[in-house]
Structure formats: C-alpha cells, structure tokens
C-alpha cells in the first residue's frame, strides 16, 4: 500500500504542465481499444481518463485538496471551487490579481475545470476569456445547481437559472464562443422543484448552445441535499442529447457505485463530492473498479494521519499557522467522518487555532500504529 502511495507521489513529481498541450489533450493518442472499462469521457478535445470527475465544492476544493486527490491519482479531471464572475472582475480591476479561489490553478498540472458562476452573460464570458486563454485552464464549468439563497434568491444566480432557459441559453452561448477552443460545460440539478423538473429542457439547450459536456446532480434546489439523488430522471436526460456527454452526480460513495452508475444508468462520466473529503483515495479505488482490478485497500489509520499532516502542510503553506489551522478544521472533520469518536473530535477540533493544538488533535485521535516486532 504505502509502495503503492509512493509510487503514485513520485509519478506526480515529474509531472508539470506541458506547456505545448497545457489541456491535456494528448491523453488522447494512448487510448487502448482492448482496454476493459467505459471509454474515456470526451469534453471536446480534452480526454478525461478514467472517466471520473472531482466536484467543484465551494469551501473545499482549494488547491491543497485537489493536490491531495491528484497524488493518489483516479480523477480524470478535478475542478476548482465556483468563482463569481463579477467577483473576479471586480479584484482585478482594483487589485490587479486573481480571487483567493484561483489558488495554484496557474502553475498546477491539467486537465483542470474551473467553475463560474454569476446571471450576467458577458461578465461570464470574460472572464471565461481570461481563464481559458491567459490561464489556459482546461474546461471552463458554468453552475446553474447552487441551491444556496446567497446565490440564488440574492444574486438570481446557480439553479435560480434553472427556471430560465433562455437566459441559460445566452450564457452557454456566449461563454463557449469567448472561450473556444477550450471547451465549456454547465452543470444543472434536475430543476427548481419536484414539481417543475426542467433538466430536460435545460440539457437540450446547453447542448444547442455550443457547451461540450453535461452534468447533472440528481437533485432539485428545493431538495438541497435531503433525500436520494434520483439516478432515473439523471439517465432520462441521455436522449435529450445528440452530441455531448452526460455526467451523472449524487450519492456516489463507494467504487460499486460507481461500476453501476456506468452499467446501469449508462452515463458517460461520474462525478464525486462529498465522499471524496473524506476519502480523496475514492478516485483511486473507483479507477481499479472500473477496469476490474483489485480495489486497494483504504489508508489505515497511519497512513491517513501522515495524509492529515501532508494537507495540514499544504494550507499552512499558503495560510500562516492561525488562518491556516481554523481552515483545516473542517478537513479535519471530513476526515473523521465514520469513525469511532468522530463526534468528540470535531468538539475538540472546533476550538483550535494553533499548529501545536492541531498536532495534540491528531495524535490523540490518529495514533501512530506501532508495528509488531
Ligand atoms: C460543501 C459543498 C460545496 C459545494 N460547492 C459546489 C460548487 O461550488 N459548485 C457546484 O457546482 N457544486 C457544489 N456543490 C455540489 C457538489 O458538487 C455535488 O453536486 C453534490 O454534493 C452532490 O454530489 P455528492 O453526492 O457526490 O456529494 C457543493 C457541495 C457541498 C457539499
């Protein structure tokens, strides 16, 4: 196992962006045609292989997370937290710089979706423009599924939207012509209500207005996350489109599930959120699983303490010890998740805002395994 993880972290080591296919799109050129497993998903000329995507997860998927998920390997393509448009143009405008969520996103290996948002067609396209041509990001993600009031009620934003095709339409199209050739995507809930299911509708238009993939939470907004993402009304939308790849999302925690969103609801890529903050490994497992070979185990105990320190490191790195440390909390808890006295932990991790305090946290509650002599 910890071979396994060395090995994968060396690998990573000599990776850097080529800057002659900063898109990744080469993958491409090495695509078996005996190999078992889904085909590689196809975002325009960007291959994502294996065919499974990390989530955009505002709060979260910061770039010392997607570098955690990047060194076990297993996401054919990670994306960044969503980033406002508006937001964004305004920073540069008086600070010549880049939002706090575009953390390492110049520098880090691709493919790589970045995911905006915001109602205003033009804002979006600019910026758009500005990360696909002076930051060459790989995919550019439009979210029309936040169901937070912030987004939706405050700024008609996310799966607001979703109760606007047109608008919908205008912002696909013009987003994807500000950015070509870097292809552009949106991601949908199944629509506003229960009762008012657009995500067959929406899909048709995202496609007609030029967007290169899909993908659906199997939720609606006013479900937020309770209940179970409906996986039938997810597979409805594959006749819907003509061209582009569906994404399916929502409840995947296991690698099983993931063999099985493919074999039975016949989508083209699955995409994974919250599992993943407590198991980055999941990717990992999922790729073996999809090819049919031996799932490795998950980290002990050990191992996910040095993964704790190694993320811990990461965030300090670019937060200094106070900030850094009350951020990590919430990993911190992620990680937890499941385990005996994760309640207790998260008690204790809430008050911490120190390096030694978080070191103490740790060591009660992912202690060193000795090894037998
Ligand atoms: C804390 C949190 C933050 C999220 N932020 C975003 C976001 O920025 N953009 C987005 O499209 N979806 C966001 N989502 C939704 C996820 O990407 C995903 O669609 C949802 O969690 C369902 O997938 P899961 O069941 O695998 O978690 C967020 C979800 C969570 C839990």
Redesign the pocket.
Known sequence: MREMMTQTLQQLGDMSIDRNDPQGRGAADHDAPTRPGPAPLRIGPVVVDPPILQ??????TNYAYRQVVRDFGGAGLQAT??VHARGFLEIDHRRSEYPERLWGVEDEPRPLAV?IWDNDPIALADVGARLAHELKVSVVDI?F??PVKQVTERAKSGSYLLKCPDRVGEIVERVSKACAPTPVTA?IRLGCTRDNITAPQIARIVEEAGAAALTV?GRTAQDY?RGE?DWEQIARLKEQLKRIPLIG????DTPEKVVNAFNNWGVDGV?????ALAKPWLFRQAAAALVGEEIPPDLTLSEQRELLMKHYRLVLERFGEQKGTILMRKFACCYAQGKAGAREFRTHVAGISTAAEFYHVVERYFPKETLAA
């Open positions: 989530a955009p997860m505002a709060g979260f937290e969503m995911q979210n599924g936040c991601k939470h996350f993402a999302n929502g409840d995947i995409m994974i959120a919250r599992a």
